[in-house]
Nanobody, 121 residues
């Protein structure tokens, strides 16, 4: 089992930045990690994913060039640096992990509780 806990969400003005963190515990070795988000009234959507060693990353088109996913395996932590935030980035952001690489087409096995990000115009 893997436990995930997100932090770093909050309220930010459009154009601003936030960094989300996802602390993992349990059987973390070898897991790919990802971020998804769900806006109010909308379906959950893929944001970004990173392989265990960090060599492979994927991003949704809507965040390419603005968001960066990274990880520090020594700290069992995955990050999402979000720059140039827009009001349509407002959502609950979830960290997720799986033993296989995660893409837009996959559903990870392990999920955190989520952290709210609100971008004001």
């Amino acid at each position: 089992q893997v436990q995930l806990e997100e932090s770093g969400g909050g309220l930010v003005q459009a154009g601003g930045s936030l960094r989300l963190s996802c602390a993992a515990s349990g059987r973390t070795f070898g897991n790919a990690a990802s971020w998804f988000r769900q806006a109010l009234g909308k379906e959950r959507e893929f944001v970004a994913a990173i392989s265990w060693r960090g060599a492979t990353t994927y991003y949704a088109d809507s965040v390419k060039g603005r968001f960066t996913i990274s990880r520090d395996n020594a700290k069992n932590t995955v990050y999402l640096q979000m720059n140039s935030l827009r009001p349509d980035d407002t959502a609950v952001y979830y960290c997720a992990a799986d033993g296989r690489m995660i893409t837009q087409a996959t559903t990870p096995n392990y999920w955190g509780q989520g952290t709210q990000v609100t971008v004001s115009s």
